[in-house]
């Protein structure tokens, strides 16, 4: 049965410093989304570079895109992964739509590892995915339009996942700053309910940050 505390909570004021809840699905179900569209375009990018298909399409840059998926660069990267590149893409997009339909609305507080966990997919990886289509276009000399496609869906996704992820980080340092309990912090971070767990998260939900307003979606 679900705790009293944790019910209230759920209605509660949104998570310091916004004003609005950064793990609401108003938030999550388009990042799910224009995640799960940049898997369907990796995937097609994969099955042209796995030979399954003959050509891929691009509006604006003719041939630029088969050039750069059998390119000597994007060989070399498919050798290390153990895949095409594109296909390690396709995983990759495919893991942050899953992260991010995961948990309930008030993640950001009762599942902090789950929140960092959902960062950490989508921020560093992001950066480098962008940082790689830029530096394989330059290599290559050509330009890679669903690439660049995939590139804007990364940057857009790190735009959308970084007030959760900041809200957590901040939930987790004020709770450390008024215990001082390092089990206690562990709990709280891997979402471990107990009375003093949720003594504690009452309490932070008195951050003046937090009354802004209450909290419009379930």
Do not use: H, K
Request: charged letters at 20%; one cysteine or more.
């Amino acid at each position: 049965m679900e705790a009293p505390g944790r019910r209230r909570l759920a209605m509660e004021a949104p998570a310091p410093p916004f004003d609005r809840n950064p793990s609401s699905w108003r938030q999550r179900v388009p990042i799910a989304a224009l995640a799960l569209g940049a898997t369907g375009i990796s995937v097609y990018m994969g099955l042209y570079q796995w030979g399954l298909t003959d050509s891929v399409w691009d509006p604006v840059f003719g041939s630029g895109t088969e050039t750069v998926l059998t390119s000597r660069e994007s060989e070399i990267m498919g050798g290390v992964i153990g895949v095409p590149d594109a296909i390690f893409g396709a995983w990759a997009y495919l893991t942050e739509a899953v992260l991010s339909l995961a948990g309930s609305t008030r993640r950001w507080q009762f599942r902090p590892w789950l929140v960092l966990l959902f960062g950490l997919d989508v921020i560093p990886l992001g950066l480098v995915s962008v940082a790689l289509v830029i530096v394989q276009g330059a290599s290559v000399g050509a330009w890679c339009f669903l690439c660049l496609v995939t590139a804007l869906i990364s940057l857009v996704l790190i735009v959308f996942v970084y007030d959760e992820v900041w809200a957590s980080i901040r939930f987790l340092r004020g709770v450390w700053a008024r215990e001082r309990d390092a089990s206690l912090l562990w709990d709280v971070f891997i979402g471990r309910g107990s009375p003093r767990a949720y003594a504690v998260a009452l309490e932070m939900e008195r951050w003046p940050e937090a009354r802004r307003g209450t909290e419009r979606e379930a």
